[in-house]
């Protein structure tokens, strides 16, 4: 392969996660005709990123086996659609979901090619047909602090072994949800829980990811402004 001009670093990013935008963002300062390499562990990428470069007339020169990763060759086209225009409209992507109301107290949501079902909020029970909004939202939280860990550690070669989190939450007051009674507030009082993370890297090196996955998550930055968050974390060796 040609000496390339520019590396960058996908880590364990898919061409339907920001890879491309990563991509973009590297070849931008190159001229047409200049080589940049691309790393990355996801092995989608290998059938994604050739039909990529044919659609936006960029060259795939091949790819090499690297150090636990794959190494990709794309020389820049000479005729290139602006890396703001793709950044602008990034920005502008809106996310969406519809929900039909079902049978009982569940519904259904849509959301792109997936559906699933939900349930009344106020239910104890410990097992229920559908989760509630309160169980998903609590997942969402979760989940995006779990895969926003991950994404971190990937486009920083930081080796994690296992991940796995526990969320608590309660109402201000459940009976007024309920209308048993008639003064106090429905909203979610509080969410603690636990983040346990292990991994062979120093404790110095994953907290610092810890404060970097909690400062670019869109769920835990937009919750803690209106509810107290108090996750510990926690190193397992």
Request: with cysteine; hydrophobic share 35%.
């Amino acid at each position: 392969m040609e000496n390339p001009k520019a590396v960058c670093d996908g880590g364990d990013l898919d061409c339907g996660s920001g890879l491309l935008l990563i991509i973009k963002k590297a070849m931008d300062p190159l001229s047409g005709g200049e080589v940049l390499e691309v790393r990355s562990r996801e092995r989608t990428v290998a059938d994604d990123l050739p039909a990529w470069c044919r659609m936006v007339e960029h060259e795939f020169l091949g790819s090499q086996p690297g150090d636990n990763t794959t190494r990709y060759f794309i020389r820049k086209g000479s005729d290139q659609k602006e890396l703001a225009t793709d950044l602008e409209a990034a920005k502008g992507y809106q996310w969406n979901v519809r929900v039909q109301g079902e049978g009982g107290l569940t519904a259904k949501v849509h959301s792109r090619n997936h559906t699933f079902a939900i349930g009344q909020p106020a239910d104890f029970s410990p097992k229920v047909e559908a989760p509630s909004a309160i169980d998903y939202f609590l997942g969402a939280l979760a989940g995006d602090l779990t895969v926003g860990f991950k994404a971190q550690a990937s486009k920083r070669t930081i080796e994690i072994d296992d991940i796995e989190v526990s969320l608590k939450a309660g109402l201000e007051n459940v009976l007024f949800h309920l209308e048993i009674e008639n003064e106090g507030s429905p909203k979610v009082k509080e969410i603690t829980g636990t983040f346990y993370v292990s991994s062979p890297e120093a404790e110095d090196t994953l907290h610092a990811l810890w404060e970097t996955t909690l400062a670019h998550s869109p769920m835990y930055q937009t919750l803690k402004q209106s509810i107290e968050i108090k996750i510990q974390f926690s190193i397992v060796f």
